[in-house]
C-alpha cells in the first residue's frame, strides 16, 4: 500500500527523523552501569552516627590529688580519665558525665584514697583484705586522711583536655604537649552522679560542630537509638542524628542514658544548640555522597577543612568520595526545571510534535486507497459492431464504459469527466467500425444515443478527443 504512494514514505521518514534525535537524548536510567552500584551503602543507624561525628569529642581529665595520712605522711597521686562527650553550641561548649569531673568523694577523692591504699599494701603497711575497709573508713571519717589538691583544703586539681571531631579515642592522653590537637577546656558546672550525673565545659575557637538535642526524653530503651552507651558522656542519638540522651553508668555499673531534658536546662542563659554554618557545609557533603555526586562531595568537604582544619570525619569522607569518583564518576543529575514561563521538562515540546506526526501519519496509512484506483483497471475492447456518423448535424451523446463523452458536428468526441485522462484516438478502423482510446492504453465501448433511436450504432470516421 506504501509503495504506490511516494508522499506516504516522507510522512513516515519524517515521524522517524523527529523520534531518533529524542530516543538519544531520553534520560539514561540509574544503574545501569556495568560496574557495581556506585551509590555507597548505608544503614539509618551508620547514617544518624555520620551527622553526629564531627560533634563529637573526647575528654581527657588529669587529676593531682594530695594525700596526708597520720603516722605514715604524705602520698601524692596523678591519674587520668577519658569519657565521651559533644558539643552543644559552636561557640565552644560541650557537655559530658558529671562523674568524670566530679572531684568529690564519689569522684576523684574517692579514687586518690584507693590508690594510696594500694601503695601502702605494694609497701607492705597494709594488707589485701584491708583495701575495701580503709577506703570506706576513709570516706566515712573514721581514719583521719585528708584528700585535697595543691591548696590546703581544695578538692584535687584537675585538667582538662578536648579533643573534637575524633572518629577514635586519641592514643595520647597527656594533653597539649603529647596531642597537638586537644585543647585545654574550661569546666563551667558539674552536676555529679547523684544529682543528673551532666557536665558543661567550655573550649576556646568557633565555628564548631554542634549535635543538636531533641526536645523528646531519650527511651527507655537504647536498642532503637545510635550510641555507645559504654562510653560515660557520649551521645546518644535517635535515626535523624539529634541528641535524645548522653551515656553513663550507674554505680552498680549498668549502663544508662541520661535524658536531653535533663541536659537542656544546664544550657540556659549561656549556650544556644543551633546549627552553624560548618553543620551545614557537612551535611551538604554527606548527601552529596549518598546521592554519588562525589565531584559536590568533595567540594563541600574542602569547604568544611578550610573551617576546621583536622577534623577526621571530614577527612575521611572527603577521602572515600575522591575514591569512589575516580573508580565511578558522577552520577548524573536530574534535569533542572525550567523557569517561569518556561516549560518544566524540555522533552515535553518534542514529544508533543512527535505525537502530532505520529497520529496522522498512523491515519493515513489506515485508510483505504481512493476510489479512483478501480479506474485503472483494463477494459474490454469495443466490439467493432458499434460506430459512430461524424455526419450527422445533430449533437450525440456517446457513453463509454466507466464515463461519458460528448461527440459534435465533426465527430470529435470529448469526455465529460476531466479526470478521465483519455487520449485522442481514431474513430473509424479499416472496417469503418470505432475504436475510442480510453486512458493509456485503454479501449472504451461507445454506444450512440439519439433521441427515440437509443442503441443505433453510428457510423463515421472522424477523431475521437477525450479529456
Request: proline fraction near 9%; include cysteine; charge should be positive.
Amino acid at each position: 500500500m506504501v509503495g504506490h504512494h511516494p508522499w506516504r514514505r516522507i510522512l513516515l521518514g519524517t515521524v522517524l527523523a523527529a523520534a531518533v534525535p529524542l530516543v538519544l537524548l531520553a534520560p539514561r536510567a540509574r544503574g545501569d552501569s556495568t560496574l557495581p552500584d556506585p551509590l555507597p551503602a548505608a544503614t539509618a543507624q551508620t547514617r544518624a552516627a555520620e551527622l553526629i561525628q564531627p560533634a563529637t569529642a573526647w575528654v581527657t581529665v588529669a587529676w593531682q590529688a594530695r594525700i596526708t595520712i597520720p603516722t605514715y605522711g604524705e602520698l601524692r597521686e596523678r591519674w587520668r580519665v577519658r569519657c565521651g562527650g559533644f558539643v552543644v553550641d559552636s561557640a565552644g561548649y560541650l557537655v559530658t558525665a558529671g562523674q568524670c569531673l566530679d572531684a568529690g568523694w564519689d569522684g576523684a577523692q574517692r579514687v586518690a584514697a584507693r590508690m594510696a591504699v594500694d601503695d601502702l599494701i605494694r609497701r607492705g603497711r597494709l594488707s589485701e583484705s584491708d583495701r575495701e575497709a580503709v577506703t570506706d573508713a576513709v570516706g566515712s571519717g573514721a581514719l583521719h586522711w585528708r584528700v585535697e589538691g595543691a591548696a590546703n583544703g581544695s578538692l584535687p586539681d584537675r585538667d582538662v583536655f578536648v579533643v573534637v571531631g575524633a572518629a577514635t579515642a586519641p592514643t595520647s592522653t597527656t594533653g597539649t604537649s603529647d596531642d597537638p590537637v586537644a585543647v585545654t577546656a574550661d569546666v563551667i558546672e558539674v552536676r555529679p552522679r547523684g544529682a543528673d550525673d551532666v557536665a558543661l565545659l567550655q573550649v576556646a575557637g568557633t565555628d564548631l560542630p554542634v549535635a543538636l538535642l531533641s526536645a523528646d526524653p531519650a527511651p527507655p530503651s537504647t536498642e532503637s537509638v545510635v550510641g555507645a552507651p559504654g562510653h560515660n558522656g557520649g551521645p546518644v542519638t535517635d535515626l535523624h542524628g539529634r541528641v535524645v540522651g548522653l551515656s553513663s553508668t550507674a554505680p552498680d555499673g549498668r549502663a544508662v542514658v541520661v535524658p536531653s531534658t535533663v541536659i537542656a536546662p544546664l544550657l540556659t542563659g549561656r549556650a544556644q544548640n543551633v546549627a552553624g554554618h560548618l553543620d551545614r557545609l557537612y551535611r551538604l557533603g554527606l548527601d552529596a555522597y549518598y546521592r554519588g555526586y562525589y565531584t559536590d562531595a568533595v567540594h563541600y568537604f574542602d569547604r568544611v577543612l578550610s573551617i576546621r582544619p583536622g577534623l577526621q570525619p571530614a577527612v575521611d569522607k572527603r577521602t572515600a568520595a575522591a575514591h569512589r569518583k575516580n573508580l565511578f564518576g558522577d552520577r548524573p543529575k536530574p534535569a533542572a526545571p525550567r523557569t517561569a514561563g518556561g516549560s518544566p521538562l524540555p522533552v515535553l515540546p518534542g514529544l508533543t510534535a512527535l505525537g502530532l506526526l505520529a497520529v496522522p501519519a498512523a491515519l493515513l496509512l489506515m485508510r483505504e486507497p481512493p476510489a479512483r484506483h478501480a479506474r485503472r483497471r483494463p477494459l474490454p475492447r469495443v466490439p467493432r459492431r458499434h460506430s459512430v456518423d461524424p455526419r450527422s448535424d445533430d449533437r450525440s451523446i456517446v457513453t463509454l464504459i466507466g464515463t461519458s463523452v460528448r461527440v459534435e458536428g465533426d465527430g470529435d468526441v470529448r469526455s465529460g469527466d476531466p479526470r478521465a485522462g483519455v487520449r485522442r484516438g481514431t474513430a473509424a478502423s479499416r472496417d469503418g467500425s470505432m475504436d475510442a482510446g480510453v486512458g493509456p492504453g485503454r479501449v472504451g465501448m461507445a454506444r450512440h444515443h439519439r433521441g427515440r433511436d437509443r442503441g443505433r450504432p453510428v457510423r463515421g470516421t472522424g477523431p475521437i478527443r477525450v479529456g
